[in-house]
């Protein structure tokens, strides 16, 4: 409903917090434009709290999820476009 209503050029994203990140970010690779990911979100990358996460693991987990659905990953110039930045510099 709340996509419904973003104005047509919006790109959006999908996060979650703590345990329900992992959730989240699946749902952000089936119908969102985005996934955000990383430890300032959560530090564990099991549900049980058992293993510390890293910022690769938790990309890799994504890349994962994005590769069994069968979606390409963008990469860091498609998204600049996207977001209407410049190349870098």
């Known amino acids: 409903m709340l996509v419904a209503d973003l104005p047509p050029q919006s790109v959006w994203a999908v996060a979650g917090i703590g345990r329900h990140q992992a959730l989240a ?21 099991d549900e049980g709290r058992t293993v510390l996460a890293t910022n690769v693991q938790l990309v890799e987990r994504i890349a994962a999820q994005a590769a069994a659905l069968g979606r390409a990953l963008a990469s860091p110039s498609q998204v600049r476009r996207r977001l209407g930045l410049g190349p870098r510099s």
């Open 25 to 45: 970010n699946a749902l952000g690779v089936v119908v969102g434009h985005g996934v955000r990911t990383g430890l300032e979100d959560n530090l564990w990358l």
